[in-house]
């Protein structure tokens, strides 16, 4: 014999009322793959005007020349070698980052001496653009791997630090009164309510963080790459190949907007407690 609970009638009918206004007053019911309509609505207007001539060769190449030259890049110059080459700089700059990044913010959104000496520096470092630096980084690392990686590096740790340290602090002060009423060691609160509760914000700062690795990546593969969608660039540059250009272009925008959309993604996932607009 099974037994079904059922919810107060005060709680269901508050429940249904919650959802009534996200519908009324929400976004609205979700789009399937909205996540690519702008960019498939960008694409037919690029590809349109090029077709009509509203768009100039000689200002934006037409997409399927695009094409071409990436089938040429992709046969005859070791395009997936640039390609691969361009994600590693990328990709372990982004995790050297994130690491840094959200270890300073943790240190110091938990603690008053760490934020006296974490704090500060970054603050400052914000004001600083970091693609000033690299004069300075070229005159410490060189002009090889270890100044893009640090670049990169550099440029992805600010977001992280920032929303994941202003997640930490936002955390509504009643849950440390809850969680001393009942007894909760220090342990259990950081790993049971504090780290949750900065998840959100750590997600936001990803969005800009990966966003930013690809700013990086597009600058730093400018000085000396012998490897690397921004190399191809470089040579398509000196050749006068407006196509090729385009391509790492293109290339550059789908690391960015694919990265972005995985993030999205991932917050929907973890964050499937929380009760948005957005659901």
Request: charged share 15%; aromatic share 8%; proline share 5%.
């Amino acid at each position: 014999m099974t037994t079904t609970v059922h919810a107060p009638p005060e709680l269901a009918t508050s429940t249904d009322d919650r959802r009534v206004v996200r519908k009324r007053l929400g976004p609205g019911k979700r789009i399937p793959f909205a996540f690519w309509i702008g960019p498939a609505l960008f694409l037919a207007v690029w590809a349109a005007g090029s077709a009509t001539g509203v768009i100039s060769p000689a200002i934006l190449t037409a997409p399927w020349d695009v094409a071409i030259a990436f089938q040429d890049q992709w046969v005859n110059h070791d395009l997936l070698g640039n390609i691969l080459s361009s994600l590693q700089r990328a990709v372990i700059g982004l995790a050297l980052g994130v690491i840094t990044g959200a270890v300073l913010a943790v240190i110091s959104g938990l603690s008053r001496i760490g934020e006296s000496l974490i704090d500060g520096p970054i603050q400052i470092k914000r004001s600083v653009p970091t693609l000033a630096l690299i004069p300075l980084f070229i005159a410490w690392f060189g002009i090889g791997q270890e100044m893009k990686i640090v670049t990169i590096a550099l440029i992805t740790l600010v977001p992280i630090y920032v929303h994941t340290h202003n997640g930490l602090r936002s955390i509504d002060g009643k849950y440390a009164e809850l969680a001393e009423t009942i007894g909760i060691g220090r342990g259990e609160f950081i790993r049971h309510i504090v780290l949750p509760g900065a998840l959100p914000g750590f997600l936001l700062g990803m969005r800009f963080a990966v966003t930013s690795s690809m700013l990086g990546l597009v600058v730093v593969e400018q000085y000396n790459a012998v490897a690397g969608i921004g190399h191809m660039i470089t040579l398509a540059e000196q050749y006068g190949q407006t196509d090729v250009i385009v391509v790492g272009l293109v290339i550059y925008g789908v690391f960015g907007y694919c990265a972005d959309s995985a993030v999205r993604l991932t917050g929907r996932k973890v964050l499937a407690w929380r009760r948005t607009l957005e659901d």
